[in-house]
């Protein structure tokens, strides 16, 4: 069954390589823990008690919670499958309860230092170079998605009404004001663009003339800011928690916030609220007198 999971994972999640080597190094090092032989054969010999045991080992050796967790995850993905293979008549793993987490703040890049290195005027208009500063303005002027942004089209950007329309999750649509300062780095860009790609659809695209991928989009963002020295994990989802964090810091309320990042619910935009109470912490603690 391993090899038919392999597969399943591979051809029908289509996750990489790596995962797959991942969630198989688990559910290895589970049925090794336990001192079952075979995963393929000692799987529905699997109870929640020998789950809970592996997970209360690991934790005891010094492993984090987290690291547990996606453990447990590969082990639930496994035993899954084969409920939905039939080769077993229960899910051991289904009810076994995670180890808590502590939340990890969302990192966020300093305000004067990013808008400094945005504010940079670089003196060149090749496409290249222009298109790769104003994604990186885009990203945290707007707080869109890595995925908004590689999805985004020309028709979506409304320069009159000083809006983006970016589909998000769920193919829902939300609008996102601009400011008139990257209104017009966003007209002398398009000028560009269709210079080069009279055709082109898609606002932001490689030098082939094709839309932007993942990868090379966090390439872009890690270029743009290495070379004006900012520090830290630079990624296109680092620049979207920096806005919201700043426009908390700012005053804007918390359902303002939620629209523009396009939030289902409230409570995945209140983690800002505790950054925003650290920041508070550092500058109390650097003025009060009784420090």
Known sequence: MLTAYTNYLQFEKHYSARTVESYLACIQQFFDHVGFKEPDTDSASVRSADIRSWIADMLKDGQSARTANLKLSALNSYFKFLLREKHISANPAQNVARPKTSKRLPEFFESTALNRALDHTI??????????????????????????????????????????????????????????????KLQA???LLKEQFPAAKFLFLSKKGVPLYPAAVNRIVTSVLTEEGISGKRSPHTLRHSLATHLLNNGADLNSIKEVLGHANLAATQI????????????????????
Request: aromatic share 8%; glycine share 4%; no cysteine.
């Open 123 to 184: 003196d060149s208009d090749e496409f290249g170079i222009l298109r790769n500063r104003l994604i990186t303005e885009v990203l945290y002027t707007t707080g869109i998605r890595r995925a908004e942004l590689i999805s985004l089209k020309i028709a979506n950007v409304f320069l009159d009404e000083k809006v983006l329309r970016v589909t998000g999750k769920g193919d829902k649509e939300r609008e996102i004001p601009i400011p008139i300062e990257l209104i017009q």
């Open 272 to 291: 800002y609220t505790h950054n925003s109470f650290e920041q508070l912490k550092k500058v109390y603690k650097k003025a009060h007198p009784r420090k």
């Open 189 to 191: 860009y398009t000028v």
